[in-house]
């Protein structure tokens, strides 16, 4: 097994991934980046309860993409057991994290005692993806709201953080309100990114960052605001 970090694929998602016809290049791009043909794909849907319908229609997505067998990582409902789920990922050759809900996916990974087993996977070279909710939870941190209807009941909550960066995906539409919430709570200087629908980031283990697909918009908290330093589209960008 490797002994450095393998790249980190955080897929946006949202309607512009989903209205693709025939295979999706992004989900190409990860298969493709692994150099194994049909590699076996370990499937983490903490975030949706390990829903089947939601299962189904992303296994269909990455076979179409060219990976091999796709296997449930079950942790929730009445089949979760975490000893299985982890000899599911341990023997798999990529390890998806798919969309749904970031703080009811983070709280699985912890109630069945996966983060340090998943950061141990990580630090030895296990590859890594996710799309939407996925992938913010790869990423360092994310926000909830103790009381939806009061702006001042916000809080950050720890997410992986394999990838070291805060971000967002397909938010877009409502002017990436979540993000910038997000960062209204972090330090001046903090950096944000957009994923947006149909894009992705890549991060290298070097902290590289390379936009895949279409535009990602970074943000940066400054002075108790949030402005939108740059749009990125696929060309090399650093942190």
């Known amino acids: 097994m490797a002994e450095t970090p393998a790249p980190i694929f955080l897929i946006g998602g949202g309607p512009a991934t989903r209205a693709r016809k025939g295979p999706d290049p ?12 049909r590699p076996t794909i370990a499937y983490v849907g903490a975030a949706t309860g390990d829903n089947d319908e939601f299962r189904l229609r992303n296994t ?13 990582a079950p942790l929730c409902r009445r089949g ?3 000893k299985k789920a982890k000899a599911v990922i341990e023997v798999s050759d990529l390890v998806f994290v798919s969309g749904g809900d970031v703080d009811a ?25 996710g799309v939407s909710a996925g992938s913010i ?10 009381d939806p209807d ?21 938010g877009e539409d409502d002017g990436w309100q979540e993000l910038q919430a997000l960062l209204g709570l972090s330090s001046t200087g903090t950096l944000g990114y957009g994923i947006s629908s149909g894009a992705a980031i890549v991060i290298e283990p070097n902290g590289d960052l390379s936009p895949l697909g279409g535009e990602v918009a970074r943000f940066q908290a400054k002075a108790g605001r949030v402005v939108q330093v740059e749009s990125l589209l696929p060309d090399k960008i650093t942190r």
């Open 137 to 146: 939870m790869l990423a360092r941190k994310w926000i909830r709201w103790r």
């Open 60 to 72: 269909g997505r990455l076979r179409e993409a060219g990976a091999g067998e796709v296997r449930l």
């Open 26 to 37: 992004l989900l190409q791009a990860v298969i493709l980046r692994r150099g194994i043909q």
């Open 150 to 170: 009061d702006n001042k009941s916000a809080e950050f909550f720890s997410c992986l953080g394999f990838a070291s960066i805060l971000c967002d995906t397909h």
């Open 80 to 82: 979760g057991d975490g």
């Open 105 to 129: 996916g983070m709280r699985i990974l912890e109630e069945k005692k996966m983060i340090d087993f998943l950061r141990r996977l990580y630090l030895s070279g296990k590859p890594f993806f």
